[in-house]
């Protein structure tokens, strides 16, 4: 999952539970920053921290197949 589409997910799944970032990550056993930065794009994240908050939401990381143009 990109970093576009990851925060996207964060946001949109946080905002359908009602919570702020604070009280996500407070949830998620994260901290502040992180979501900031999760939710803002940052391309560079720890995959275990970014798991813990999308437990939160009933996700997981994963494997996804690469998109890619019908040229290639």
């Known amino acids: 999952m990109e970093c ?6 964060v946001k949109e799944n ?4 009602h919570l702020t970032q604070c009280e996500a990550a407070e949830r ?8 900031r930065e ?11 921290k970014v798991n813990d908050l999308l437990f939160l ?3 997981e990381l994963g494997a996804v ?3 890619r143009d019908s040229d290639e």
């Open 4 to 9: 576009t589409k990851l925060s996207k997910v």
């Open 14 to 17: 946080r905002k359908r539970l």
């Open 38 to 48: 999760l939710e803002a794009g940052k391309k560079t994240l720890r995959m275990d």
């Open 57 to 59: 939401f009933g996700l």
């Open 65 to 67: 197949p690469l998109e």
């Open 28 to 35: 998620a056993g994260v901290g502040l920053r992180f979501i």
